[in-house]
């Protein structure tokens, strides 16, 4: 049973262009959100995080957007560059307080940018 | 600032062998997780140790434990290897046990024939 789910395997978009990924989840408990990057042969990097008392969180060219309602949180990368292709993951903290160390992780959805 | 140094990067073992993977986290930090990331699976949690004590288990069977020294060095094993064992095995370390995001090293590639 997947609490995280990235339903897009992969995504393709043209340098300069918006990228959105977007990442469902189940689990009502959840109150902290994360975006991570992976390049292949590295470990993934902390990209951009959001709290469940915000609805958007941004960071230079990358923007968090989190629907409490729909229990939907995108990643919004503008514009894009080739170096942002990498495995992008979604991930969650299940505990209150924002307890990081027990991550529920979404599968990544691969991002191709093409120059 | 080193970051999370895992070692060793590559291995091969065979069916019921044993195997320990070494972490060694970013120097201050206390908190050490361990993560198993399979393609069909994607990253799913094993454990989290901070001041050496196991604070939370994921869903694994007994085979696989780790432990923590009290450098907040960590190591992980996995006894009577599955070929299903066969996984990119993650460690990231924090400051504290609940503070600040994950920093993750590059990971040991464990193959099991």
Redesign the interface.
């Known amino acids: 049973d997947q609490q995280v789910k990235q339903n897009s395997p992969s995504l393709s978009v043209q340098e300069g262009r918006i990228s959105i990924l977007n990442c469902d989840y189940t689990n009502s408990m959840f109150d902290y959100f ?1 975006w ?1 990057k992976k390049y292949p ?6 990209l951009i ?1 959001i709290s469940s008392i915000k609805d958007k969180n941004e960071d230079g060219r990358f923007t968090v957007f989190l629907n409490k309602s729909a229990k939907h949180l995108s990643l919004h990368i503008v514009p894009s560059q080739p170096g942002d292709s990498a495995v992008y ?1 979604c ?1 969650a903290s299940p505990r209150r ?12 959805t691969k991002l191709s940018v093409k120059p | 600032k080193a970051g ?1 140094t895992q070692t060793p990067r590559y291995l091969i073992k065979t069916r019921g062998q044993q195997v320990t993977l070494s972490c060694s986290p970013i120097s201050g930090h206390r ?1 050490v ?1 361990w ?1 198993q990331q399979t393609p069909g ?5 094993l454990f ?1 140790y ?1 001041s050496e004590t196991q ?2 288990k ?1 869903n694994f069977p007994g085979r696989f434990s780790g432990r923590q020294f009290s450098n907040s060095r960590s190591e992980m094993n996995v006894s009577t290897l599955e070929l299903g064992d066969s996984a990119l095995y ?1 460690c ?1 370390s ?1 400051p504290g ?11 040991s590639r464990l193959t099991v024939l």
Do not use: D, M
């Open positions: 994360l991570y042969a590295e470990g993934p990097t902390f995080s993951f991930a307080g924002g307890s990081q160390g027990n991550l529920i992780f979404g599968k990544g | 999370v908190s997780s993560y699976q994607g990253l799913q949690f989290e901070f604070r939370n994921g993650l990231a924090r046990s609940f503070t600040g995001e994950l920093f993750f090293g590059e990971g």
